[in-house]
């Protein structure tokens, strides 16, 4: 039994230096005193100061936060109705709807999105990309919000009613404040994947509209230098911090 254990320890480790590694070498790089990912040369802080004066980086991550922000806002929505109708109504074909995009290729859902807008006639840019990240989004807030539609009590509602509340005082007193943390978990998970997709942007951006992961992608095509390794670093720590706060609210979430 010991030995399995060990065994177990030993192969858990190795997996998950496997997976963490890389991105701990890409944040020790970030702070390296050469243009070159070849050798350590040196501390430095001269990226990260060189990134945020960096107009084309700093235009892609404006660009990144309002889709980001535009997106969850509108998923959070939808996807707050959708979850509830799911555990209300227990309809066959709507879970189906809501999962789809979730579980459909993202090359697939890219180039379906590109031939839709071409088929409108849009204009791809920023508007295109967020309608492209609303759709998949929802989903993820509809899976958080049934999560926690299931854990609540629906006795409270009952009293509330016998007790002489009207359908609306339920949900704004009662339901809403019970669903918030999933809510918010919901809504925190559609900004940190809006954020970090690329396969999806890539196909409905336009010309003019980059984000970050496009920047990154741009940059990288040519030479990894540690500018990069800076702002993957940043988008990182951006993502576990909202990953952590997902988790705190949530803890359900993440296993729906």
């Known amino acids: 039994m010991k030995r399995k254990n060990r065994l177990l ?38 990226w ?14 404006r660009n990144s936060l309002i889709i980001a922000s535009a997106s969850a806002l509108i998923a959070t929505l939808l996807g707050t109705l959708a979850g509830m109708t799911i555990h209300k109504y227990r309809l066959k074909l709507l879970p189906g709807l809501v999962i ?7 090359i ?24 492209a990240h609303i759709t998949f989004c929802i989903g993820f807030v509809a899976l958080s919000v ?12 009952e009293a509330a009613r016998d007790l002489g509340a009207t359908p609306w005082q339920c949900f704004r007193k009662i339901t809403l404040p019970l669903l918030a943390p999933g809510i918010i978990a919901g809504a925190l998970m559609a900004f940190t994947l809006s954020i970090d997709d690329f396969v999806i942007t890539f196909f409905v951006a336009g010309v003019d509209s980059s984000t970050l992961p496009l920047q990154i992608y ?26 952590t706060l997902v988790a705190k609210l949530s803890p359900g979430a993440l296993r729906s």
């Open 9 to 46: 320890k030993i192969s858990a480790l190795g997996v998950y230096s496997f997976l963490y590694l890389p991105l701990l070498i890409v944040v020790i790089y970030s702070f390296n005193d050469s243009k070159l990912n070849a050798e350590w040369v040196g501390f430095t802080w001269k």
């Open 48 to 61: 990260y100061d060189k990134l945020f004066n960096n107009r084309e980086m700093l235009t892609a991550a």
């Open 100 to 106: 789809a995009p979730i579980a459909m290729p993202d």
């Open 108 to 131: 697939l859902m890219g180039v379906s999105l590109l031939l839709f807008f071409i088929m409108l006639n849009m204009s791809l840019g920023l508007l295109s990309i967020t309608l």
């Open 146 to 157: 049934q999560a926690r539609m299931s854990n609540i009590d629906r006795s409270l509602t």
């Open 218 to 243: 741009s940059m990288v095509k040519i030479a990894i230098t540690p500018e990069v390794n800076a702002i993957s670093t940043l988008l990182m720590l951006l993502t576990l911090i909202l990953i």
